[in-house]
Every structure is written in C-alpha cells, then in structure tokens.
C-alpha cells in the first residue's frame, strides 16, 4: 500500500507564503515524476506544478514566478513553496506522485488534499 500525506495548508493574507509539504510512504521502489494540482469551488481540477525524479520542472502559467516546486528523493517528499499569494490561488491542493512498486508496476496515487485559503 502506498499513501501521500500532505501537510502544510491554511488560512493566510494576500500577499502572503505557505509552504507545503507532502510525504509518500508504502511499498515503494522509485518515484518518477511527483506534482501538485489544485481545485477550486465549482471548478476542475487544475495543474499547478511537477517535478522530475531528476529535478525538471513544469509550472502553470498563472503560478510561475511565485510558486517553486521541489523534492527530496531521500525522503520522498515533495515541496511547494508559494510566495505572493492571490485570492483566486484559494483551493484544495492535491499532491500526485507516479510511483513504481518493488513489482514493477507503475501507479499514479494521490493525497487527500489540503485546504488554502487567501484573503483579500
């Protein structure tokens, strides 16, 4: 079994920073590529960032410049530090990680989500 735990969302002002954090754990092998998406109220669910195993990333365009992704592959563990925080980057954010287990098999999980809310 394999779990993402994610951590690090809340309330904050315009203007503002968060940093969050979200943590695989299980049966895991590798990660290739880990990201973070976001989905608003009455919205789809939308790309924010991704990160390769080898450190590429890929940002959103309403995203780049304030928010920068990263990841400790010794700890499994990916970032999203965001800076400059506007009213409509209020969301729930989910992480998503596509890892392979010690079978071979390559799964695409993710988190259960964390709350950001900015106020103007």
């Known amino acids: 079994q394999v779990q993402l735990v994610e951590s690090g969302g809340g309330l904050v002002q315009a203007g503002g920073s968060l940093r969050l954090s979200c943590a695989a754990s299980?049966?895991?092998?590798?990660?290739?590529?880990m990201g973070w998406f976001r989905q608003a109220p009455g919205k789809q669910r939308e790309f924010v960032a991704s990160?390769?195993?080898?450190?590429?990333?890929t940002y959103a365009d309403s995203v780049k410049g304030r928010f920068t992704i990263s990841r400790d592959n010794a700890k499994n563990t990916v970032y999203l530090q965001m800076n400059s925080l506007k009213p409509e980057d209020t969301a729930v954010y989910y992480c998503?990680?596509?890892?392979?287990?010690?079978?071979?098999?390559?799964?695409?999980?993710w988190g259960q989500g964390t709350q950001v809310t900015v106020s103007s």
């Open positions: 998503n990680a596509d890892i392979v287990d010690y079978s071979g098999n390559v799964v695409g999980y």
């Open positions: 299980g049966s895991i092998f590798t990660i290739y590529a």
């Open positions: 990160i390769t195993k080898g450190g590429s990333t």
